[in-house]
């Protein structure tokens, strides 16, 4: 969390959190631990982990997501995302550090808290923190502030154990050049790509053979059931006029997530490339560079940006339109040509930048400053999502309301009868063509439903996007399945295509055996040669999977285990040569690449000090928790 905090100080959200923190501290001094005596959801070494610290977590970790998936989580992917399997581990992992670092001597002192917590410049009032904002903000928010400084302390401690155990990690420059090595590995290819589709063409329909083809899946021909539909609809549009939503909830809202509507700075930019192949002898690059220094000197001479850029940049998605970029901001461009880009003022000009691409100059255009639109701004707008919000408990007490009086009445159309709703109907239809002004089972939550019904089944209350609905399947038809001669057109196509990816398979298979045991292509089959190709190479031919599968064979044999599959199609290849190429990759490259791999390794340090922690804790966790 600290180093989100420091990321991100100008925004509102953030601001109000810390101003609560620092205020907390500072006033009432190192908050509270939670009630240890609370029902624990797990327990690491006799320390309790209670299930308001569940709470919290898993809340965190769903408003996260929610606000990921557009304010909803489809039922299914709940499921496979494991969020209070997340939430336990995150805490579970939160006491293995904290003892720990205890065991390495190291602790976060209350002085400590403070400091940080007053070193943000963001949530100073001439210097010194407002005890009445942190008030309002608290009390908008509904935080805890012993929760956020405890928050605050496990930061401390998780970012000065990483620090420790990272003073171990090393990268030298040996290691550099075995990942630099394995980029530059070149290789040659012969390689065959099968085509299902030419296979598909040479297919022979037999009679005979096609009809105990259609036997075997006809039922995959079988006309999809009509149902015929009565239902009860409780849109949330017509429960919206009831909702009120209150000033103090708006600003609450908007203190919450304000950082949604956050803009970063943008620059609109323009530039002239030079660029510089990754082989490229050293005389290359001189010359790249001279060229780079003598556009400027003319650009310095009073030359047009523009016109220059037609004329001379080798980007040749920049000629034509100005070397346009269009609007940037920080962390869309590679390190050394952003740091240059945001260093410069409008309409200013860069000295010559160096990047993996080769030699820039740089222009700046136009200045678009970072931005968070004011709570009167936004006020509209959080007025909706509130509303919105609060209308589905209102709609829901109808729709249960309306379905307690069906299994009182014992039927839909019972309940009807004396119900001031109207009973809706439909014709029969199919799931795979439901009339366009039929919206409600256009909602695919409401459709799913509907179409698992047996005939007189009802459903459960179904939520949909815009509302409640309660279904019942008055009738359902199964129809037969057709003839082959009904549908013979779609069943030779199919018929077809499967033979053609059996048959397509079987070349790759052959070709692939021939070069096993001789060495050779088998006869008239159209063999493609490549020049040497690396890793990172874009290229078109070979497609990708049968590069990757290449380079993924290198020490282990020239050929493929098996033909590699390329969507319905199929390649083989042979390793003709492999060889080292010269490494000229700019400096910037080189900085870049140690950074990742001191990172790497810092990381793959910290989570081996936790699993050894892990392996020697007596952790239980509460299983009723994970249902």
């Given at each position: 969390?600290?180093?989100?905090?420091?990321?991100?100080?100008?925004?509102?959200?953030?601001?109000?959190?810390?101003?609560?923190?620092?205020?907390?501290?500072?006033?009432?001094?190192?908050?509270?631990?939670?009630?240890?005596?609370?029902?624990?959801?797990?327990?690491?070494?006799?320390?309790?982990?209670?299930?308001?610290?569940?709470?919290?977590?898993?809340?965190?970790?769903?408003?996260?997501?929610?606000?990921?998936?557009?304010?909803?989580?489809?039922?299914?992917?709940?499921?496979?995302?494991?969020?209070?399997?997340?939430?336990?581990?995150?805490?579970?992992?939160?006491?293995?550090?904290?003892?720990?670092?205890?065991?390495?001597?190291?602790?976060?002192?209350?002085?400590?808290?403070?400091?940080?917590?007053?070193?943000?410049?963001?949530?100073?009032?001439?210097?010194?923190?407002?005890?009445?904002?942190?008030?309002?903000?608290?009390?908008?928010?509904?935080?805890?502030?012993?929760?956020?400084?405890?928050?605050?302390?496990?930061?401390?401690?998780?970012?000065?154990?990483?620090?420790?155990?990272?003073?171990?990690?090393?990268?030298?420059?040996?290691?550099?050049?075995?990942?630099?090595?394995?980029?530059?590995?070149?290789?040659?290819?012969?390689?065959?790509?099968?085509?299902?589709?030419?296979?598909?063409?040479?297919?022979?329909?037999?009679?005979?053979?096609?009809?105990?083809?259609?036997?075997?899946?006809?039922?995959?021909?079988?006309?999809?059931?009509?149902?015929?539909?009565?239902?009860?609809?409780?849109?949330?549009?017509?429960?919206?006029?009831?909702?009120?939503?209150?000033?103090?909830?708006?600003?609450?809202?908007?203190s919450e997530h304000a950082?949604?509507?956050?803009?970063?700075?943008?620059?609109?930019?323009?530039?002239?490339?030079?660029?510089?192949?990754?082989?490229?002898?050293?005389?290359?690059?001189?010359?790249?560079?001279?060229?780079?220094?003598?556009?400027?000197?003319?650009l310095r001479g009073g030359?047009?940006?523009?016109?220059?850029?037609?004329?001379?940049?080798?980007?040749?998605?920049?000629?034509?339109?100005?070397?346009?970029?269009?609007?940037?901001?920080?962390?869309?461009?590679?390190?050394?040509?952003?740091?240059?880009?945001?260093?410069?003022?409008?309409?200013?000009?860069?000295?010559?930048?160096?990047?993996?691409?080769?030699?820039?100059?740089?222009?700046?255009?136009?200045?678009?400053?970072?931005?968070?639109?004011?709570?009167?701004?936004?006020?509209?707008?959080?007025?909706?999502?509130?509303?919105?919000?609060?209308?589905?408990?209102?709609?829901?007490?109808?729709?249960?309301?309306?379905?307690?009086?069906?299994?009182?009445?014992?039927?839909?159309?019972?309940?009807?009868?004396?119900?001031?709703?109207?009973?809706?109907?439909?014709?029969?239809?199919?799931?795979?063509?439901?009339?366009?002004?039929?919206?409600?089972?256009?909602?695919?939550?409401?459709?799913?439903?509907?179409?698992?019904?047996?005939?007189?089944?009802?459903?459960?209350?179904?939520?949909?996007?815009?509302?409640?609905?309660?279904?019942?399947?008055?009738?359902?038809?199964?129809?037969?399945?057709?003839?082959?001669?009904?549908?013979?057109?779609?069943?030779?196509?199919?018929?077809?295509?499967?033979?053609?990816?059996?048959?397509?398979?079987?070349?790759?298979?052959?070709?692939?055996?021939?070069?096993?045991?001789?060495?050779?292509?088998?006869?008239?089959?159209?063999?493609?040669?490549?020049?040497?190709?690396?890793?990172?190479?874009?290229?078109?031919?070979?497609?990708?999977?049968?590069?990757?599968?290449?380079?993924?064979?290198?020490?282990?044999?020239?050929?493929?285990?098996a033909p590699v599959a390329?969507?319905?199609?199929?390649?083989?290849?042979?390793?003709?040569?492999?060889?080292?190429?010269?490494?000229?990759?700019?400096?910037?490259?080189?900085?870049?690449?140690?950074?990742?791999?001191?990172?790497?390794?810092?990381?793959?340090?910290?989570?081996?000090?936790?699993?050894?922690?892990?392996?020697?804790?007596?952790?239980?966790?509460?299983?009723?928790?994970?249902?």
């Amino acid at each position: 969390m600290l180093r989100v905090l420091r990321k991100n100080a100008q925004s509102p959200i953030i601001q109000a959190i810390v101003v609560i923190i620092a205020v907390v501290f500072i006033f009432w001094g190192v908050g509270a631990n939670m009630n240890s005596n609370a029902n624990a959801v797990a327990v690491v070494d006799g320390k309790e982990i209670t299930g308001i610290d569940f709470n919290r977590t898993y809340e965190r970790l769903l408003e996260s997501y929610k606000q990921q998936f557009g304010g909803q989580i489809p039922e299914e992917l709940m499921n496979t995302l494991g969020i209070r399997q997340q939430a336990i581990n995150q805490l579970v992992q939160q006491e293995l550090i904290r003892k720990g670092a205890g065991q390495l001597g190291l602790r976060i002192s209350d002085p400590e808290v403070q400091r940080t917590i007053a070193a943000f410049p963001a949530f100073q009032n001439n210097g010194s923190f407002d005890l009445a904002a942190y008030r309002a903000v608290l009390a908008q928010n509904r935080l805890s502030e012993s929760a956020f400084e405890e928050g605050i302390r496990n930061d401390l401690l998780a970012e000065r154990v990483m620090d420790a155990i990272a003073a171990f990690s090393q990268v030298s420059d040996g290691e550099v050049k075995q990942w630099l090595d394995f980029a530059n590995l070149q290789m040659q290819l012969d390689y065959v790509l099968f085509s299902r589709e030419a296979f598909q063409k040479q297919v022979q329909v037999d009679e005979q053979k096609l009809a105990a083809w259609y036997e075997e899946k006809k039922a995959q021909y079988r006309p999809a059931a009509q149902y015929k539909f009565n239902y009860l609809y409780f849109p949330f549009a017509a429960d919206l006029s009831t909702v009120q939503v209150s000033e103090e909830e708006m600003r609450a809202y908007f203190s919450e997530h304000a950082s949604r509507w956050h803009m970063p700075e943008q620059r609109h930019l323009r530039h002239i490339l030079f660029r510089v192949e990754q082989n490229a002898a050293p005389d290359a690059l001189t010359a790249k560079k001279e060229a780079a220094e003598q556009a400027l000197a003319m650009l310095r001479g009073g030359g047009n940006f523009n016109e220059l850029v037609d004329s001379l940049t080798e980007d040749p998605s920049g000629k034509g339109n100005g070397g346009d970029l269009g609007m940037v901001v920080k962390g869309q461009m590679v390190p050394h040509f952003e740091a240059a880009a945001f260093a410069l003022g409008k309409g200013e000009v860069s000295q010559v930048v160096e990047s993996p691409f080769g030699y820039h100059l740089i222009k700046v255009e136009s200045i678009q400053p970072e931005s968070t639109p004011s709570f009167e701004e936004k006020k509209e707008e959080i007025s909706t999502i509130l509303a919105q919000q609060k209308v589905r408990g209102i709609t829901f007490k109808k729709a249960s309301s309306a379905y307690e009086g069906i299994l009182r009445a014992g039927s839909l159309a019972k309940y009807s009868e004396s119900a001031e709703q109207k009973l809706e109907s439909t014709g029969y239809l199919s799931q795979n063509a439901i009339p366009q002004d039929l919206a409600l089972l256009h909602d695919a939550a409401i459709a799913k439903a509907g179409f698992a019904l047996s005939k007189d089944g009802l459903s459960s209350i179904i939520e949909g996007t815009t509302g409640y609905a309660i279904l019942f399947a008055e009738d359902v038809k199964t129809p037969e399945v057709p003839a082959l001669e009904a549908v013979r057109e779609q069943v030779v196509a199919d018929y077809s295509r499967e033979q053609g990816a059996e048959l397509v398979r079987k070349a790759a298979d052959a070709a692939l055996k021939s070069l096993q045991d001789n060495n050779t292509w088998p006869e008239g089959v159209k063999v493609q040669s490549t020049a040497f190709i690396k890793r990172s190479d874009t290229v078109n031919e070979p497609p990708a999977p049968l590069l990757q599968d290449a380079f993924g064979q290198l020490g282990k044999s020239k050929l493929p285990g098996a033909p590699v599959a390329i969507g319905e199609d199929f390649g083989v290849y042979r390793i003709t040569a492999v060889q080292q190429a010269e490494d000229t990759s700019p400096a910037a490259v080189r900085e870049s690449l140690q950074a990742q791999i001191l990172q790497a390794q810092r990381s793959q340090l910290f989570n081996r000090w936790v699993a050894q922690l892990r392996t020697s804790s007596e952790i239980w966790v509460n299983p009723d928790i994970l249902k």
